[in-house]
């Protein structure tokens, strides 16, 4: 504005030297048409600041603007920066956590896989010594069958020389020892050392008794089915069974009579009976009652507390003993 200023005295002082030297009245109407330009002159530089100005301020606005969107731009590029370096942490976390369970059930198979071993190693160890044992056991039975035998041979060749009741004495004797001596001989022939199968022995068994002096004449009859019991009662149960039987092969049929004598071996449940009956004459109860009874009877009452069973004794058209005992859950059993 200043600068106009200027320029219009300027042209004002040249009008008024040139004015002299002209007419009063074209010098009047040179000075309007300079004071005239020299307006319009200022109008265009006001005009054309005003368009810089607007220009500044569009280019401020414009500014102001790219600020704020780059502002935007780098919040936005900053945020997805700690999102992606969030992700990437996570990952990493259970990448780690990931490798960390891997490592732990990879210890943890590695000690399965060993205590499977050691397991395997004395599973095998416990079988092999289960069959050092079983067999340890088969000959320790074999043995023994060995020894009755023998103590058999000794008595056979004793009783050559002994007449009457010592020879009876020595018969009794002989079948007992030969009861004793079939069990260990299935023991040692059967696969299973622990128990004794009562229907395959007592038919051997009563076989045996079969032959025995007096007895041809006198009818058995065997019902034994499959049962399986433990040495520990199979033996005294065996003994029983040859005690009984022999009295009756000796006193039940005097004169040489025939007869028939019953042997039934049971089971219901853990209850195993037995039931030994002959329809012979019958023997004198008393007799059980009386502490000189005879040895096979004392035997059979023994025997009868040995497996803790329940002896009973009847006379009606022959003898009849019956024992009841309960299978001992420490055996093995079947039935």
């Known amino acids: 504005m200043r600068k106009l200023y200027v320029f219009a005295l300027l042209t004002a002082y040249i009008s008024g030297a040139y004015a002299q030297k002209i007419s009063g009245h074209e010098a009047e109407s040179f000075l309007k048409a300079a004071i005239h330009v020299n307006a319009a002159r200022i109008t265009y530089e006001t005009g054309r600041k005003e368009n810089n100005i607007r220009l500044r301020e569009q ?13 935007a731009l780098q919040d936005q590029a900053a945020m997805l920066r700690n999102e992606t370096i969030t992700c990437i942490l996570i990952l990493l ?13 990879q210890k943890s198979n590695r000690l399965v896989s060993q205590k499977n071993k050691i397991i395997t190693e004395k599973d095998e160890l416990f079988d092999r010594l289960i069959k050092e044992k079983e067999w340890l056991l088969m000959e320790v039975h074999h043995r023994v069958k060995n020894n009755l035998h023998t103590v058999l041979s000794l008595l056979e060749s004793q009783s050559i020389f002994l007449e009457n009741e010592a020879y ?5 004797s002989r079948s007992r020892v030969y009861a004793m001596s079939l069990i260990h001989q299935q023991l040692y022939q059967s696969e299973d050392i622990n128990t004794i199968n009562m229907s395959v022995y007592l038919s051997e068994f009563v076989s045996h008794l079969q032959q025995s002096p007096g007895a041809p004449k006198i009818h058995f009859e065997l019902n034994a089915p499959p049962m399986q019991l433990a040495l520990s009662q199979a033996m005294p149960l065996a003994l029983i069974i040859n005690e009984a039987v022999t009295n009756s092969i000796k006193y039940a049929f005097p004169g040489k009579r025939s007869g028939e004598i019953k042997i039934n071996l049971s089971r219901k449940d853990e ?3 037995l039931v030994i009956a002959d329809n012979g004459i019958g023997i004198d109860l008393g007799l059980f009652d009386t502490p000189l009874n ?3 009877i004392t035997l059979i009452k023994g025997l009868a507390e040995d497996i803790r069973g329940s002896l009973q004794f009847e006379s009606n058209n022959g003898t009849c003993v019956t024992l009841s005992f309960n299978i001992d859950r420490f055996d093995y059993s079947l039935s």
């Open 168 to 172: 009876k004495a020595l018969e009794d």
């Open 294 to 296: 005879s040895l096979g």
């Open 59 to 71: 280019n401020i606005s414009l500014l102001k603007q790219n600020v704020r969107l780059r502002q």
């Open 93 to 105: 976390i259970c990448a780690g956590i990931f490798y960390r369970q891997y490592q732990l059930k």
């Open 271 to 273: 209850l195993i009976k």
